[in-house]
T-cell receptor
Framework: AQSVTQPDIHITVSEGASLELRCNYS??????LFWYVQSPGQGLQLLLK??????LVQGIKGFEAEFKRSQSSFNLRKPSVHWSDAAEYFC?????????????FGTGTLLAVQP | DVKVTQSSRYLVKRTGEKVFLECVQD?????MFWYRQDPGLGLRLIYF???????EKGDIPEGYSVSREKKERFSLILESASTNQTSMYLC?????????????FGQGTRLTVV
């Protein structure tokens, strides 16, 4: 069965520091992978997605993620974190279920940014 | 931009009440979804719909039903609300582009059942 694991429930980084959020997936075929961000009181916004091709994917707000098939991972990175990046981040895998596609989400990582 | 609108941001209902959560999208998307979000559990799929009057169960359908009479509107129904259904509910929509379709989310409805 498809699944997504985000091992870090909560991460705190200092403003200006680098960030890496971990995501591992379980999926039989080539996965469609996504990172979404949820700011306080907001819905989810797509940061980036991977379908095929270049394993390093660039997204919005200066984020990138690298697909590593050998490790079944799709970690999210940012070289320098801003206070506005404080939010909850969800990794997801696109799966075929029934008559259509659906997203399977991880449990999320809550990012706090210290001044 | 795609807009997915959930009719209420906050709802407080009593145990045993029938509760309707409404979701409307304005981009003619075929697919619509209802997720439930709980701390430490992430988003879990309750139901989804791939066309008018068509629906499929997600991972946690018990205690819920859905209705899709028009393409733009997808309703989640709690037949008899219980306290364990207190949660954040998120609606989403997408085109049927396979497993890689981008989903657009509403802002969520925080439901409290007392």
């Amino acid at each position: 069965a498809q699944s997504v694991t985000q091992p870090d429930i909560h991460i705190t980084v200092s403003e200006g520091a680098s960030l890496e959020l971990r995501c591992n997936y379980s999926y039989g075929a080539t996965p469609y992978l996504f990172w979404y961000v949820q700011s306080p009181g907001q819905g989810l916004q797509l940061l980036l997605k991977y379908f095929s091709g270049d394993t390093l994917v660039q997204g919005i707000k200066g984020f990138e993620a690298e697909f590593k098939r050998s490790q079944s991972s799709f970690n999210l990175r940012k070289p320098s974190v801003h206070w506005s990046d404080a939010a909850e981040y969800f990794c997801a895998v696109g799966a075929t279920g029934g008559a259509t596609n659906k997203l399977i989400f991880g449990t999320g990582t809550l990012l706090a940014v210290q001044p | 931009d795609v807009k997915v609108t959930q009719s209420s941001r906050y709802l407080v209902k009593r145990t045993g009440e029938k509760v309707f959560l409404e979701c409307v999208q304005d981009m003619d998307h075929e697919n619509m979804f209802w997720y439930r979000q709980d701390p430490g559990l992430g988003l879990r799929l309750i139901y989804f719909s791939y066309d008018v009057k068509m629906k499929e169960k997600g991972d946690i359908p018990e205690g819920y039903s859905v209705s899709r009479e028009k393409k733009e509107r997808f309703s989640l129904i709690l037949e008899s609300a219980s306290t364990n259904q207190t949660s954040m509910y998120l609606c989403a929509s997408s085109f049927p582009g396979g497993a890689g379709s981008k989903a657009f989310f509403g802002q969520g409805t925080r439901l409290t059942v007392v």
